[in-house]
């Protein structure tokens, strides 16, 4: 019994790595199907901050 119980737990085990997960199917790159649009900024809109200089470095 005991083994029977290990080989069906073996079985569950090696059938879950086989059969994976994840998209079934052909792999697509999905901007070709939905692009996406961009938006340009209005004017008037706040800007994004520069980024700041990194620190000096005291030698």
Do not use: D, F, W
């Not at 029977?4 to 999905?30: D, E, F, H, Q, W």
Request: hydrophobic share 35%.
């Amino acid at each position: 019994m005991y083994r029977r119980n290990i080989s069906i737990a073996m079985l569950c085990i090696a059938y879950a790595v086989v059969s994976g997960c994840g998209t079934k199917g052909p792999l697509y790159i999905p901007e070709q199907r939905y692009p996406q649009t961009t938006t340009e900024t209005p004017k008037g809109a706040p800007q994004a901050a520069p980024e700041a200089a990194p620190p000096a470095k005291a030698y």
